[in-house]
């Protein structure tokens, strides 16, 4: 199973774009890179998903480079809600397995007015 | 739709004692899965589910059973509650042909005294 490396905090400021980058050296070839969002006191919610350069939502962008061995998960003028824990996810569950579902510690997110 | 669901919040037990958290979801969604989230960590899969009838382990699985009659529930089974199974206890669920995009239901808060 990749494993994943990311930083346990960062700070920012209101306004400001924020850049999380999770490391998975040992990402396989079918293996999507998948972040989640939690709150205190609930539960995690998906953000974004991908396989390889960039994907955009409504909330994010991840950008993937050619290697596929790192990911970066960017949040565009983020606000005081956006303090949360991210979470990156390496794997692929299509086989049936439990790939994919292993959750690190995570990033805490805290930003500031 | 309600999503995924989860009873009850909060409970207490005392060692020893037996109990059955609740997961239900209503999107028809394949797989099913239980997480544990202790302070300050990530989520660990204790056990998950791929289709009615068809169970595996996680990652921490000792000391629960689950069992997947329905598409719609996925109970967790503390056969005899220990203190290190003080805990937030997360259901998810995700449909087959959506990788890793899952839906977490509120957690339950569990204390074993």
């Known amino acids: 199973l990749a494993k994943t490396t990311q930083p346990i905090s960062m700070d920012s400021y209101e306004g400001q774009e924020v850049n999380i980058t999770c490391s998975h050296n040992?990402?396989?070839?079918?293996?999507?890179i998948t972040w989640y969002q939690q709150f205190p006191s609930q539960g995690p919610r998906f953000i974004i998903q991908?396989?390889?350069t960039k994907v955009t939502n409504e909330v994010a962008s991840l950008f993937i480079p050619a290697d596929r061995k790192s990911s970066t998960l960017s949040l565009p003028r983020v606000s005081l809600s956006d303090t949360a824990v991210y979470y990156c996810?390496?794997?692929?569950?299509?086989?049936?397995?439990?790939?994919?579902?292993?959750f690190g510690k995570g990033t805490h997110l805290i930003i500031q007015p | 739709n309600a999503g995924v669901t989860q009873t009850p919040k909060f409970q207490v037990l005392k060692t020893g004692q037996s109990m059955t958290l609740q997961c239900a979801q209503d999107m028809n969604h394949e797989y099913m899965s239980w997480y544990r989230q202790d302070p300050g960590m990530g989520l660990r899969l204790i056990h998950y589910s791929v289709g009615a009838g068809i169970t595996d382990q996680g990652e921490v699985p000792n000391g629960y059973n689950v069992s997947r009659s329905t598409t719609e529930d996925f109970p967790l089974r503390l056969l005899s509650a220990a203190p290190s199974q003080t805990s937030v206890y997360f259901c998810a669920s995700r449909r087959g042909t959506d990788r890793n995009e899952q839906f977490f239901g509120p957690g339950t808060r569990l204390t074993v005294l």
């Open positions: 040992n990402i396989a070839t079918n293996d999507y």
């Open positions: 991908g396989y390889k």
């Open positions: 996810l390496v794997g692929d569950w299509a086989g049936g397995g439990a790939d994919g579902l292993t």
